[in-house]
């Protein structure tokens, strides 16, 4: 008797559990879309750009520091960021003065998955794309430069005060543990060279500073560690992006599914602003 108790009160949770999900996502798609609908359809494209333009610039005057790499992290379950989403996005982040953007989309192909080559094309010279090295490309692979610019992973003027351009990175799920297993494996396999013999009688931080020049190296692109990170999640979880560059990244999570406009950039950015950053013990 009180097995069938128990496995009827198993099945009353789960039934709840189920309604509970069900009316949390209808209401997250009910608020997105009244949102939407608001935000794209009583405003012309006109109107809206100025009014983009004006919170951006708002922002921008109140912004005690502004990340100059940004990472967007979006989960394998997420379905509500597209390629317009992460258009707008751009857009936002090249209005504030954020000169790096990496996409870290854990999505297959099938399920939303977005693609830099595609979304840049055609898109004028606002937008730089770079992409991760095949295993037998190591060397930096991006998209050539347009109007005679020459960069090298920082573009017009990220050493200045002012970006014409944003430099975008497609990063990879084989770019995070599996990049650290083949350091620490080669690493290993040379185990009984002078460098690395060399490296083990120093201090840790030298043998650290040598993985992470040898996971840059694979990487295939130069850029400062993202000091601001944006989740497309129910849950906080990085997913695996890129453990040792997120040491001190802020991360805030935006539950999938809700909507995403220019004042939730905004609030996102002085929400950075306000914290203080964590530099380790």
């Not at 037998?136 to 920082?154: D, F």
């Not at 453990?243 to 939730?264: A, I, K, L, N």
Request: proline content about 4%; charged content about 25%.
């Amino acid at each position: 008797m009180i097995e069938v108790l128990c496995l009827l009160m198993g099945r009353i949770l789960l039934l709840l559990i189920g309604g509970y999900e069900l009316i949390w996502r209808f209401r997250e798609r009910l608020n997105a879309l009244v949102a939407r609908w608001s935000y794209d359809y009583w405003l012309s494209p006109t109107a809206r750009d100025l009014h983009e333009r004006r919170v951006l610039a708002d922002c921008r005057s109140q912004l005690t520091k502004t990340p100059q790499h940004l990472v967007l992290v979006i989960s394998p379950m997420d379905t509500g960021v597209d390629a317009v989403l992460l258009r707008r996005i751009f857009n936002y982040a090249l209005d504030v003065g954020i000169k790096h953007v990496s996409l870290f989309d854990r999505r297959s192909k099938d399920k939303g998955y977005v693609d830099l080559a595609d979304l840049c094309e055609n898109q004028g010279s606002s937008f730089k794309w770079s992409k991760t090295p095949t295993p037998n490309s190591p060397s930096k692979v991006e998209t050539s430069p347009k109007n005679g610019q020459k960069t090298n992973g920082y573009v017009n003027g990220a050493n200045g005060s002012h970006s014409t351009q944003l430099q975008l990175y497609q990063i990879s799920a084989a770019d995070g543990h599996a990049l650290i297993a083949d350091v620490c494996r080669e690493l290993y396999e040379k185990r009984e060279t002078p460098m690395v013999q060399n490296l083990l009688q120093q201090k840790r931080e030298a043998l650290t500073e040598q993985i992470t020049e040898m996971l840059d190296k694979r990487l295939g692109f130069v850029a400062p560690e993202p000091e601001l990170g944006i989740i497309f999640a129910r849950q906080t979880c990085t997913y695996g992006l890129l453990p040792w560059h997120v040491r001190f990244t802020e991360f805030h999570t935006h539950p999938s599914g809700r909507h995403f406009d220019v004042e939730t950039f905004a609030n996102i950015l002085s929400k950075y602003s306000r914290c203080e950053q964590r530099w380790g013990t």
